[in-house]
């Protein structure tokens, strides 16, 4: 390194391979990978006195010493495809990129967009320390800082807390909620699905003494379209919504690791729901009044068949109406070897050595009054399905293994999804006709309208803190709905791009987050590589 005197000595320059390897680092980052030479060679100029040849010379010189890895395309094109950076970061680079992920330097608090430099100067070391400031305490460094300044600086200071320190937090939380009492160390949980009897609760009308049609008794809904003039459904409110197979806020002391997300009040965020192609009325006002018409066919209606692509909010749609209701949520995932006794239960021995029925997971759902979801149900064998066609069409379940005609509990509802008959999904197996006609089928597709895609995700992605702002999250919606327009690309579903920003907390960059998932999702058939001219009129 080449260095001049000051007065408190020599300072080490960096050297122009230096800063050049760092460059190319950020932007590997920046562009999710594989950055033509020409940008490297124009872009070195803003930081080091070099020109176009002498920084693609330095580059050729760095492949001979490993520095970089280069991909020479048959039409003449270069690009770098990786990088080993040479030393420490130039600040230059820092203050032109922003600090590097692992920075272990002291935060700079002015970083937060109502501090002062008495905050720098106040004894806090972390953000951390910072976000649990007292704000009396904040309030008292300096005349000028009041209490609403001071409680905004400790708001906006756990937005920098690292994503390492958030995910070890959270970590504990999760393991402590886990300890056994008496051991105090972390333990399994096992769920014997027989013994689990609770039903759920009654319908509120009959325990609050309420008109069955009271808007209080019954699910209103008041999310998507129908936000400025809700419907009521006829959905009724069940009175336990402590019951154990209730979908749980994550605030809810008995929440698990599959709660539903709540928001900065605490309550839980909806979904954004999609409008039936067809009938032209949203997802979950179907949805509701097909389920309050009960289980059995009234009026030549019955279970629901929920039909939509991956990641489109098929599942966490019946789990908010669950719990908005109050309902048991019992959900079976199928497949190639689901027989009959895994829905209803298999004979085996007890303590006695008696062949007794022990009860599946439909079966006891069915008994304690749950809403039962049979995820791609088409994959199911042929006969497993069949066994449901008495339940379908009396309400009744006839286990014939069991010698038991089982009459459900009156609140308990069946409902099945699958994909689309698509080319994406061409592995699916198609329905029996004749099981497919005794459900009622609702198509859930992705959102239509990028802001009420966007106003979802941006109410789960940064409910705790700010992940991404939501400027570039909108360019992300805009470009996954390309995607699901272009047959012939990766397509991008909600769930995805909920994904791709837990990619961009843990420090990757929006167009690098972008292109993993892209890659992730790609078929044999399809190329990502197709989606990156296009990703780049978004980011």
């Known amino acids: 390194m080449s260095s001049k005197e000051t007065n408190a000595g020599p300072i080490e320059r960096p050297t122009n391979q230096q800063v050049l390897s760092h460059l190319v680092q950020r932007l590997l980052q920046r562009e999710g990978g594989r950055i033509p030479l020409e940008r490297v060679t124009l872009r070195v100029g803003d930081f080091v006195d070099l020109g176009d040849q002498a920084a693609a010379d330095l580059i050729d010189q760095g492949v ?145 003494d309420l008109n069955p049609d009271a808007s209080e008794a019954q699910y209103v809904s008041a999310i998507g379209r129908n936000a400025a003039d809700p419907v009521a459904t006829g959905l009724h409110v069940l009175d336990d919504p402590d019951h154990p197979d209730v979908p749980k806020e994550a605030t809810h002391p008995d929440a698990g690791d599959d709660a539903l997300p709540v928001d900065d009040q605490g309550r839980v965020i909806p979904p954004a729901v999609p409008v039936e192609p067809r009938l032209q009325l949203p997802n979950d006002e179907l949805l509701a009044k097909k389920l309050a018409r009960g289980l059995v066919p009234v009026r030549l209606v019955g279970p629901v068949r929920l039909v939509g692509p991956r990641g489109s909010g098929k599942n966490y749609l019946i789990k908010y109406l669950c719990h908005q209701t109050n309902r048991g949520y019992v959900s079976v995932d199928c497949d190639e070897a689901t027989h009959t006794e895994d829905l209803f239960g298999p004979l085996t021995p007890d303590e006695h050595g008696q062949i007794v029925p022990r009860n599946g997971a439909i079966k006891q759902g069915l008994l304690n009054g749950c809403v039962v979801v049979l995820n791609e149900f088409p994959v199911m064998r042929a006969g497993a399905a069949m066994a449901l066609h008495r339940l379908l069409n009396e309400g009744t379940l006839l286990v014939k293994a069991h010698g038991e005609l089982v009459q459900p509990h009156p609140s308990a509802r069946l409902v099945i999804t699958m994909n689309p008959p698509t080319r994406e999904y061409r592995d699916s197996e198609p329905m029996n006709s004749a099981t497919r006609g005794r459900f009622r089928a609702l198509e859930h597709p992705y959102i239509q309208d990028v802001e009420t895609e966007l106003d979802t995700l941006d109410t789960q992605v940064n409910r705790e803190h700010q992940v991404i702002d939501r400027a570039t999250l909108r360019k992300i919606v805009q470009f996954a709905h390309q995607t699901r327009q272009t047959e012939t690309w990766p397509t991008l579903s909600t769930r995805n791009l909920t994904i791709l920003c837990e990619h961009i907390e843990d420090g990757a960059s929006p167009k690098a987050a972008v292109k993993n998932e892209v890659w992730a999702v790609a078929e044999p058939n399809q190329y990502p590589e197709d989606t990156y001219e296009t990703l780049d009129d978004y980011l």
Request: proline residues 6%; without cysteine.
């Open 64 to 208: 001979e010493s490993g520095i970089y890895t280069l991909d020479r395309g048959p039409t003449g094109s270069t690009t770098i495809t990786g990088v080993s950076p040479q030393g420490s970061e130039p600040e230059v680079l820092a203050e032109a990129f922003g600090p590097a992920q692992g920075d272990d330097t002291a935060p700079d608090f002015r970083v937060v967009s109502v501090v002062t430099d008495s905050i720098n100067e106040a004894g806090y070391s972390t953000f951390v320390e910072l976000a649990g400031a007292n704000v009396d305490d904040l309030a008292g460094l300096t005349g000028p800082l009041t209490e609403s300044r001071a409680a905004a600086i400790i708001q906006e200071a756990s937005q920098h807390i690292p994503v390492g320190t958030r995910l070890a937090t959270a970590a504990a939380h999760r393991y402590a909620r886990r300890i056994d009492a008496e051991t105090d160390r972390d333990v399994a949980r096992i769920t014997d699905i027989a013994a689990a009897g609770t039903p759920v609760g009654e319908p509120l009308y009959r325990s609050q």
